[in-house]
């Protein structure tokens, strides 16, 4: 009987954490410090890491993105995505989308990428996707 009180205290007191939003620094899902990404689109395709730092909530994603769109003016940015949890009003708790864009690249040519992002409460991801500027940027 006292482990179980033990184990429904702790739960409550992560519970009221998370609900104030100043849970303790809390890794993406999984125990990884660096992983691949590769990704293509009409137009454009890029590669490279995604990196986590030693404390777990910093992200970045680093790599060359590549335009083959022929149209000059047709401009693409890689993006580091991830869903994290948040408190808002109204509402209270709820999960919302957070990331961030390289520099972008108009045109045929390759660029080196870099773009960063700090999170707690991370539910999914990261990840990277690649974007033409005017469109919906989609996972």
């Known amino acids: 009987m006292p482990k ?5 205290a ?3 007191g992560t519970a009221l954490l998370l609900a104030a939003g100043t849970t303790a620094a809390t890794a993406a899902p999984g125990d990884w410090t660096s992983k691949s990404w590769s990704k293509t689109v009409s137009g454009a395709h890029g590669s490279g890491t995604i990196t986590r730092g030693d404390e777990g909530n910093a992200y970045a994603a680093t790599g060359t993105l590549t335009v083959t769109d022929t149209d000059p003016k047709a401009c693409y940015t890689a993006r580091l995505g991830m869903k994290v949890w948040t408190l808002s009003k109204p509402g209270g ?5 957070v990331g961030s864009h390289s520099a972008k690249q108009c045109g045929p040519g390759t660029i080196d990428i870099k ?4 999170a707690n409460n991370v ?17």
């Open 123 to 139: 539910t999914d991801g990261p990840w990277v996707t690649l974007c033409k500027e005017g469109t919906k940027c989609a996972r």
């Open 93 to 97: 708790l709820r999960e919302v989308e």
């Open 115 to 118: 773009a960063d992002s700090w």
């Open 10 to 12: 702790a739960a409550a």
């Open 4 to 8: 179980l009180m033990v184990t429904a």
